[in-house]
């Protein structure tokens, strides 16, 4: 699953070509992807000019001009892919993957939603598995969407420090690794930052939300803020001029310093631990034992 870095290097990618575009042609070759698709959907994009291309935690939000403004809410599930081209400029030589991805897009079978735009640019969202979502809503009401109306603050924003995380946090008895999991306190995380947030704070996984003090929010909401910073420049310093002819946009494999590194020895200065990987709630946990507390 993308997570902010991730979803923020796609936005960052796909800006360029398509703000200020209008759309020629719409066309849809399915009338659902995770859930049913917008009624009219292809026929309500058509004609639209793309205004601005934001994010709001793992979500695209491309918003569109008209009598009555809308917003594209977009989220790419597990799989889901957007292939920019006829954009007249070849694809820089792309980053290294860290989730396997496709080497070429020579099939067509998966391509759900085609947008061609004035001055040639093509954009196909393509989604094996179809965990993806779309939707259109009003742009002066997209706080109220019901997939984001529940959201914590952006963690890049000013909105979250570590009064509020603190605050956020107290008297709950789940695992602080769930409770940044849960977008209510503070969204777009997912696994993989979580992890390697944690573990620059030196906050065991294990340890329960409520314990936290407010010294180890601070170290917390510090290591959230660069992880992701990194993550967000590292994708975006190979991506920041994308106009590729058919490139593709997504998980940019970054140095980890625990995610899925099982095993291995620990980086932290004198530490001579072995990584541990345990299961949470479903989900992978990849921690120091030494160096955590």
Known sequence: MPELPEVETVRRGLAPSLEGRRIVRAVQNRGDLRWPLPERFAERLTGRRVLRLGRRAKYLLAELDGDVPETVLIHLGMSGRMLL????????????????VAADHGSTKHDHIVLDFEGGARLVYNDARRFGSM????????????SLVTLGPEPLS???????????????????KAALLDQRHVAGLGN???????????IS????????????????????RDVLTEAIEAGGSSLRDFHGAGGELGYFQHGFAVYDRE?????????????LRIVQSGRSTFYCPECQK
């Open 263 to 275: 095993g291995a020895i620990c980086n932290g200065a004198k530490c001579t631990a072995g990584l």
């Open 192 to 202: 993989i930052y979580v992890c390697e947030a944690l573990y620059r704070s030196r």
């Open 85 to 100: 081209s006829g954009t007249g400029q070849d694809a820089p030589e792309g980053p290294d993957f860290h989730h396997a």
């Open 135 to 146: 939707d259109l809503w009003p742009t002066e009401s997209i706080d109220t969407h019901p």
């Open 205 to 224: 996984p294990l340890r329960l939300a409520g314990s936290l003090s407010k010294r180890d929010c601070t170290r917390l909401v510090t290591a959230i």
């Open 158 to 176: 000013n909105q979250f420090d570590s009064d509020m995380l603190h605050a956020a946090l107290a008297g709950r008895k789940t695992s602080i």
